[in-house]
């Protein structure tokens, strides 16, 4: 009998029995951490569906009414819809609180949320109600003047903007620069000021105030410029230096140029003058030298950085879209390949 168990003593024996126990662990260790994964991943999903779909507005009021959830998680909850570009649901949770709140403190501030919301989404004219029912109620409420000046400007009511101005000034806010930017606006958008009559009053207002340089010397490079050449603040270059590099061969001033070390790089790097053989910039200087070398397969775009935010847009603007900061804006060159455009035909 001792002879017919000799062989299970065998070490050899015990080795295998080991690693096949470790194999049947990891076998069943790997399949229980799927299933674990799996299950995770399914609670996650019912979890999240249950802020995918609002409540009916019904079931909404119910909710907010009952008291189950408090005010302040309601808001932020909409506050999240709104950071997602989910303005709908925003919008209809500001709605039904303000429905049910009393305090006309809390109210004001969720209808300035409502408005802002609004604005945000494009509803104009939604927003302009939503801030003048806010300053009938409370006149000295300075975020929502704000509001509606930019609702006036992005509908081109300029006069009514600048009258938004007045009651600004006297809650003491600084408004020198969008009294100067809305003006400006105006007057650019009025059709009965000939584009002649635009430019003087841009170069009469620059040498005065020299702020705007963006929006003013960007109408003059397109209209006049002779005009813009002969006025421009040559410290200033590399604040419009995408406009100068859009610039055709027949619009430059050569004279202005060979006498300013950045125009210098600038245009040799885009290969109309040969006037510098390096830049202190770091894109200038590599454009500068392949085409030294003979490579003329690089080019140049631009990225637009608002000084007071530091957002990054790939357009250019006057006010910025997140800040809403007038004349912050500084462009950024970024080194990209040339693309050449074929002339294709389908005869």
Same mark, same amino acid.
């Given at each position: 009998?001792?002879?017919?168990?000799?062989?299970?003593?065998?070490?050899?024996?015990?080795?295998?029995?080991?690693?096949?126990?470790?194999?049947?662990?990891?076998?069943?260790?790997?399949?229980?951490?799927?299933?674990?994964?799996?299950?995770?991943?399914?609670?996650?999903?019912?979890?999240?569906?249950?802020?995918?779909?609002? $409540?009916?507005?019904?079931?909404?009021?119910?909710?907010? @009414?009952?008291?189950?959830?408090?005010?302040?998680?309601?808001?932020?909850?909409?506050?999240?819809?709104?950071?997602?570009?989910?303005?709908?649901?925003?919008?209809?949770?500001?709605?039904?609180?303000?429905?049910?709140? %009393?305090? $006309?403190?809390?109210?004001?501030?969720?209808?300035?949320?409502?408005?802002?919301?609004?604005? %945000?989404?494009?509803?104009?004219?939604?927003?302009?109600?939503?801030?003048?029912?806010?300053?009938?109620?409370? &006149?000295?409420? &300075?975020?929502?003047?704000?509001?509606?000046?930019?609702?006036?400007?992005?509908?081109?009511?300029?006069?009514?903007?600048?009258?938004?101005?007045?009651?600004?000034?006297?809650?003491?806010?600084?408004?020198?620069?969008?009294?100067?930017?809305?003006?400006?606006?105006?007057?650019?958008?009025? &059709?009965?000021?000939?584009?002649?009559?635009?430019?003087?009053?841009?170069?009469?207002?620059?040498?005065?105030?020299?702020?705007?340089?963006?929006?003013?010397?960007?109408?003059?490079?397109?209209?006049?410029?002779?005009?813009?050449?002969?006025?421009?603040?040559?410290?200033?270059?590399?604040?419009? @230096?995408?406009?100068?590099?859009?610039?055709?061969?027949?619009?430059?001033?050569?004279?202005?140029?060979?006498?300013?070390?950045?125009?210098?790089?600038?245009?040799?790097?885009?290969?109309?003058?040969?006037?510098?053989?390096?830049?202190?910039?770091?894109?200038?200087?590599?454009?500068?030298?392949?085409?030294?070398?003979?490579?003329?397969?690089?080019?140049?775009?631009?990225?637009?950085?608002?000084?007071?935010?530091?957002?990054?847009? $790939?357009?250019?603007?006057?006010?910025? &879209?997140?800040?809403?900061?007038?004349? @912050?804006?500084?462009?950024?060159?970024?080194?990209?390949?040339?693309?050449?455009? %074929?002339?294709?035909?389908?005869?």
């Amino acid at each position: 009998m001792d002879a017919l168990f000799i062989e299970y003593r065998d070490p050899l024996f015990g080795i295998i029995v080991f690693f096949v126990l470790v194999f049947i662990i990891a076998f069943f260790s790997y399949w229980w951490g799927r299933f674990k994964v799996q299950e995770d991943h399914r609670y996650l999903d019912r979890f999240i569906k249950q802020f995918h779909t609002l $409540p009916t507005e019904e079931e909404l009021k119910a909710l907010i @009414s009952s008291g189950s959830i408090s005010e302040k998680s309601w808001i932020l909850l909409a506050h999240a819809y709104y950071q997602n570009g989910d303005f709908e649901k925003s919008i209809e949770i500001y709605q039904t609180l303000i429905e049910q709140q %009393k305090d $006309p403190q809390k109210r004001r501030d969720t209808l300035f949320l409502l408005g802002q919301t609004y604005f %945000k989404a494009g509803f104009l004219e939604r927003a302009r109600t939503i801030f003048l029912q806010i300053l009938q109620q409370f &006149p000295r409420t &300075p975020q929502a003047l704000r509001y509606l000046l930019l609702v006036y400007e992005q509908l081109r009511e300029y006069s009514k903007a600048l009258e938004v101005l007045e009651p600004l000034d006297e809650l003491d806010s600084d408004t020198a620069k969008d009294r100067l930017y809305l003006e400006c606006m105006a007057m650019l958008n009025d &059709p009965e000021i000939t584009a002649d009559e635009k430019a003087q009053r841009l170069i009469a207002l620059y040498e005065k105030q020299h702020n705007l340089t963006y929006l003013i010397f960007e109408y003059l490079f397109v209209h006049h410029t002779a005009l813009a050449w002969r006025h421009l603040d040559q410290s200033q270059c590399d604040t419009i @230096s995408d406009l100068l590099w859009r610039l055709g061969a027949e619009q430059l001033d050569l004279d202005i140029i060979s006498k300013n070390g950045y125009l210098r790089e600038l245009f040799s790097a885009k290969g109309i003058v040969d006037l510098a053989d390096e830049s202190a910039v770091f894109e200038l200087d590599i454009m500068i030298r392949l085409r030294k070398s003979g490579f003329t397969g690089a080019a140049l775009q631009f990225e637009y950085l608002c000084n007071d935010c530091k957002q990054v847009f $790939p357009f250019a603007f006057n006010r910025c &879209p997140n800040c809403y900061a007038i004349d @912050s804006v500084r462009s950024e060159m970024i080194l990209t390949k040339e693309i050449f455009e %074929k002339n294709l035909s389908f005869q």
